[in-house]
């Protein structure tokens, strides 16, 4: 049974700390998609990678958020430093496409971040 | 910024009744997507239909797709208290090279048993 991981579940943090979240999608899938969910904006996109390669970074604030793919097992997202603005839920989901029609989404359970 | 706007933004039902939740967009699509998420849980995917489609059914979900009006329709028949949970509209634009979906605001449906 073929699922997006995501670590840590919940972190807590005091404000200007680091914060790394992991994720490590479906074996298989090309594509992996970052998103940030909160009461007041719901479901925004951070960061889209595809075959690896961010495609689309613009829903990411590029002075503290950073996004990787070391490797097709393994993406990860930073916040350096860290403000209580960015508490919420970050879901990690990863997909396959292979033609023009796209796909469904799979998404991890998600990591609770609260920065104090 | 969000692209599909659910309506409406609640529903409580009783079990057995049937609920729908519609979904306006504002640009063109390639597919729309329907997520559901139960609370504290990621969003599962339930359905896909492509912008040429009208019509989608699975299981007791069954998905419209009015490309003119740029909306769409989920219809859950014989509801279940599980069916609890918030429902999104998710599109996925033209290939662009952004295949990233923008999700809506979300119905909550509560089933009442």
């Known amino acids: 049974d073929a699922r997006v991981t995501q670590t840590p579940r919940h972190k807590v943090t005091e404000m200007g700390q680091e914060v790394t979240m992991r994720c490590q999608p479906i074996?298989?899938?090309?594509?992996v998609f970052w998103y940030r969910q909160t009461m007041m904006q719901g479901l925004e996109l951070l960061a889209y990678?595809?075959?690896?390669?961010?495609?689309?970074d613009s829903g990411m604030p590029k002075d503290r958020f950073s996004a990787e793919m070391p490797d097709a097992t393994l993406a990860t997202l930073k916040i350096q430093p860290s403000e209580p603005r960015d508490s919420a839920v970050y879901f990690c989901?990863?997909?396959?496409?292979?033609?023009?029609?796209?796909?469904?989404?799979?998404f991890g359970p998600g990591t609770r971040l609260t920065v104090l | 910024s969000q692209q599909g706007e659910e309506d409406p933004q609640a529903l409580s039902i009783q079990e057995g009744e049937n609920a729908t939740m519609n979904c306006s967009y504002k640009?063109?699509?390639?597919?729309l997507q329907w997520y559901r998420q139960n609370s504290g849980r990621g969003l599962v995917h339930l359905i896909l239909?492509?912008?040429?489609?009208r019509e989608k059914h699975s299981g007791r979900l069954r998905v419209t797709l009015d490309t003119s009006k740029k909306s769409s329709s989920l219809l859950i028949t014989a509801s279940r208290a599980a069916d609890t949970a918030s429902y999104f509209c998710?599109?996925?634009?033209?290939?662009?090279?952004?295949?990233?979906?923008?999700f809506g605001s979300g119905t909550r449906l509560q089933v009442q048993p």
């Open positions: 239909i492509r912008s040429n489609e």
């Open positions: 998710a599109t996925d634009p033209p290939d662009t090279g952004r295949r990233a979906l923008t």
């Open positions: 989901a990863s997909g396959l496409v292979l033609d023009r029609w796209g796909n469904e989404q799979f």
């Open positions: 990678f595809r075959n690896r390669a961010p495609l689309d």
């Open positions: 074996l298989g899938h090309n594509t």
């Open positions: 640009t063109s699509i390639n597919n």
